[in-house]
Each structure stands twice: as structure tokens, then as C-alpha cells.
């Protein structure tokens, strides 16, 4: 008898939306998604925000609408982790998160570090090294996950850095529309690589009009990019990368999908749309095109 192949498990970041947390659950509801993905890093979501009833409040609102929390956002943005004089409030807060991301009924913290240096022996790198370190520490206690988004870095790269943190708190959260766009890298070989490592995933999809410095799209400590650079590497307008609809760009969703299938994932495919004038009409298609797989 053939195995049977469970279908995926479909998730919408909820401010992709553009309409507000509230709202926005309930159009993720509505165009038939089974999980969200929510910021929580200022606002109403901040934890700072949330007294222990609000959290109640929300993760029975979430549950009423027949969802789950795929992860919650936790990029505070600033060059990730590479600045060792901002690290330790940034480390405290990606915790507090993280403490919500439990009550909420999740596992997962999605976060961007920063580039991770060539250098072993730089600065940035030892800063980096020692957040993540102390972060997955406090991750793995839990028996949760901070999850570093692909596509400033190469999959193998990353995967050296995730190796010498020495335990698995630290992990990934796979976009495969961020390798295609800005290093060029497979996402499919990507999934290999770091088969060990992917605890969360974007369904987001793009193309790759030239190539271009990854530190223009994610910055770096001490780089200051021009402003050509900046128009260049605009995501709708400029003339280095467009993230496009799922299934337009250049991400081979049948060899991705089958890749996370290989390795054994069975997480969600939570969809992103950064751009794009109806991202409610984008976000319903992506919807269709990950159940049609």
C-alpha cells in the first residue's frame, strides 16, 4: 500500500494583511488558512503590552477561530545580533518572546541575526556566536526555538555558524524566495543542507534581476549603503530583486516541496506578502497554489 501523504499545513503572517492583528486573524481564517504567524515585537503584541489575562484572551480568540500559531515574529531588527553593546537588552527580549510564544501555544520565535561574517575570528561573528549561544540555551530548556531566517548568508554557511552553537535552540526558518532573490543559492539543495536545522518555514517566492550585496538588503554594523542602493534593492520597484506571487517566480515548488517531504518536515508553509497593491487577493491565490501541491 502507497503511503498516504498528508496534505500541508498552510499558515498566513498575519500583518501581511496590512489590516491589524484582529482583522487580520480573521482574513487568514477566511481564505482558508490553518495557522498564523503574528509580530510580536511592539504594539499590541509586544510582550511588555500583554498582562497575563491578555494572553489568555488571545490564544482563546486564536483557538475560536479554528487556528494555531504556526510562530510568532520576533526581529528586532538593528543588524540582528552583530552589535555586542545593544545584545544583551536584544537577548532579554527575544526571551520574553519567546516566554509568549509558549503561553500562545507555539514553539517557535522566527528572528534575523544579521550576516553572518566570513570571519570566524571577527567581532561580529563572536558577538553573533555568543547571543545565539546563550539564546538557544534558554530555546532548547524550553524545548522551543529561535528560528534565523535564510537568504542573507548561503544554506552552507549558515549551517557552520548553527553547527558551533552546540545545541539545536537556535534553528531555522526557511524562506526559499530569499536564497533566489539576493545570494543566489538553491533553495532545494538548501533543504538538504540544513535538514537538521528547519523547524519553520516561509512560502514566499521571487526573482533575481542582478546580483547584489546582501548587506544592502539586511544591512550590516558599520555599512552605510547609498541611496541608489537602497532604490536598487527595493523589493516591488527596484532593479535588483521582485518578490512576486507564489508559483511567478523562481522557486521550483515541486523540487522545494518535495525536499521538506525527503528530509521529514512536516511543519507549516507560512506565507509572506511583503508587497503588492492586494495582498489579500495574493495571499488567497498562494492559499489555492500550496493546496493544489
Not at 507549516?268 to 495574493?282: C, F, H, K, M, S
Amino acid at each position: 500500500m502507497a503511503d498516504i501523504i498528508q496534505p500541508w499545513k498552510i499558515g498566513v503572517i498575519v500583518d501581511s494583511f496590512r489590516v491589524g492583528v484582529r482583522q487580520g486573524l480573521v482574513k487568514a481564517r477566511d481564505v482558508g488558512a490553518d495557522g498564523v504567524q503574528i509580530y510580536a515585537v511592539a504594539g499590541e503584541m509586544d510582550p511588555a503590552n500583554l498582562s497575563s489575562a491578555a494572553r489568555k484572551e488571545w490564544k482563546d480568540y486564536i483557538e475560536s477561530l479554528g487556528l494555531q500559531i504556526s510562530a510568532l515574529v520576533g526581529d528586532l531588527g538593528g543588524h540582528g545580533f552583530q552589535d555586542k553593546t545593544a545584545n544583551a537588552a536584544k537577548v532579554e527580549k527575544s526571551k520574553r518572546i519567546l516566554d509568549l510564544a509558549v503561553e500562545l501555544g507555539t514553539n517557535v520565535v522566527t528572528t534575523h541575526i544579521g550576516i553572518v561574517p566570513d570571519d570566524r575570528n571577527s567581532e561580529v561573528y563572536e558577538s553573533m556566536h555568543n547571543a545565539c549561544a546563550e539564546l538557544s540555551r534558554y530555546a532548547t530548556s524550553m524545548n522551543a526555538y529561535f528560528a534565523i531566517e535564510t537568504g542573507p548568508e548561503t544554506a552552507a554557511h549558515l549551517k557552520s555558524f548553527l553547527d558551533g552553537l552546540g545545541s539545536k535552540g537556535v534553528s531555522v526558518n526557511f524562506d526559499p524566495a530569499n536564497m533566489v532573490m539576493v545570494t543566489g543559492d538553491d533553495p532545494v539543495q538548501g533543504v538538504y543542507t540544513l535538514k537538521d536545522y528547519i523547524v519553520h518555514t516561509h512560502a514566499k517566492d521571487g526573482i533575481r534581476l542582478r546580483e547584489v550585496d546582501p548587506r544592502l538588503i539586511y544591512g550590516a554594523l558599520g555599512f552605510e549603503p547609498l541611496d541608489h542602493d537602497k532604490i536598487a534593492a527595493d523589493a516591488e520597484s527596484g532593479d535588483a530583486f521582485r518578490e512576486v506571487p507564489l508559483g511567478e517566480g523562481g522557486v521550483e515548488w515541486d523540487g522545494y516541496l518535495k525536499a521538506l517531504r525527503d528530509i521529514g518536515y512536516n511543519g507549516y508553509l507560512t506565507i509572506e506578502r511583503e508587497v503588492g497593491a492586494n495582498p489579500e487577493a495574493d495571499i488567497t491565490k498562494a492559499v489555492q497554489f500550496l493546496k493544489s501541491k
